[in-house]
């Protein structure tokens, strides 16, 4: 008895920020979200109204859309890298500590530079990207590339992937760490080439990693606000419109303090969907 009550006392102050900072404000967003509140005043209750809305206006639904693609075009780029600049490291041990170092550099800058950055990067006239485009002779691909729709969205996912690839390669090392070296060693006494024990061997067994990766950075994708804002503002014509940034324009822009609550439940909704599937399918892959 005293062992439990103990426990639950070593336990009571998590228990307690949790509830302070994680359950209450979720609670209170979802009684925010059936009222017409604007941040002052008194909060009318409106019910459904605001999930009527969302569901009934096509812009609120194209940012779900743009949301999920953005996502999906991020996590695949991500993880499909950071497992190839992994299997080169770990295959070159005398320069993985500072390759590790550089990849890891640009997550520990911050958004507002980054955006900046890369915002001169795909500047149209004076822009790296098409400086480089025009010196190697394909100046036909040069473009305007945030200021085209049709690029728009691909031109963030890339400097997403840019800035955060280094925690997906960080991971897969850590896996391929954990692969019994005798494992490997037993490949090579077969004859196996490189790519065969990568295939068969060590393709399987970074199973964990995969998992790891896949969740952290869609869930971290999915409710991704700051690459966006800095450098499209949502646009042009609503191509990199994101689910957070109509919550931002309509909490901070429009204060419209219920619906904005309503858009972040049903972000709540399915960022919780989706990780719950992933981690389902995931868990089965290992398994297998």
């Known amino acids: 008895m005293t062992r439990s009550r103990s426990m639950y006392l070593f336990a009571l102050p998590a228990l307690l920020v949790i509830g302070g900072f994680f359950v209450y404000p979720i609670v209170l967003s979802v009684k925010m979200s059936f009222t017409d509140f604007t941040g002052v005043g008194t909060a009318e209750w409106v019910g459904w109204k605001n999930y009527d809305r969302f569901i009934s206006r096509s812009r609120y639904l194209d940012s ?13 780029i991500q993880t499909l890298v950071g497992l190839v600049f992994a299997v080169f490291l770990h295959r070159l041990p005398a320069i993985r500590n500072f390759c590790r170092a550089v990849l890891f550099t640009p997550a520990m800058m911050s958004f507002v530079i980054v955006g900046y950055v890369w915002q001169f990067i795909y500047a149209p006239y004076s822009g790296g990207l098409n400086a480089v485009l025009t010196a190697v002779g394909l100046e036909g691909l040069t473009r305007g590339w945030l200021g085209d729709p049709a690029t728009a969205l691909y031109a963030i996912a890339i400097t997403h992937v840019w800035m955060f690839v280094g925690y997906t390669t960080a991971i897969f090392l850590v896996g391929f760490a954990n692969i019994p070296s005798e494992i490997e060693e037993a490949g ?15 393709l399987p067994l970074l199973a964990p990693s995969f998992t790891v990766n896949i969740i952290l950075s869609t869930v971290g994708t999915l409710k991704t606000f700051e690459l966006p804002f800095i450098m499209t503002r949502g646009g042009p014509d609503r191509a990199t419109n994101t689910l957070s940034l109509e919550i931002v324009n309509n909490l901070f822009g429009s204060y419209k303090f219920g619906f904005a609550s309503a858009l972040s439940i049903v972000m709540l909704l399915i960022v919780v969907i989706v990780a719950v599937l992933q981690n389902t399918y995931l868990r089965r892959r290992e398994e297998m």
Not at 64 to 76: A, E, R, S
């Open 64 to 76: 779900v859309w743009i949301t999920l693609k953005f996502t999906f075009l991020v996590v695949t």
């Open 188 to 202: 090579r006494l077969d004859g196996a080439s490189s790519w065969q024990r990568f295939r068969h061997l060590e």
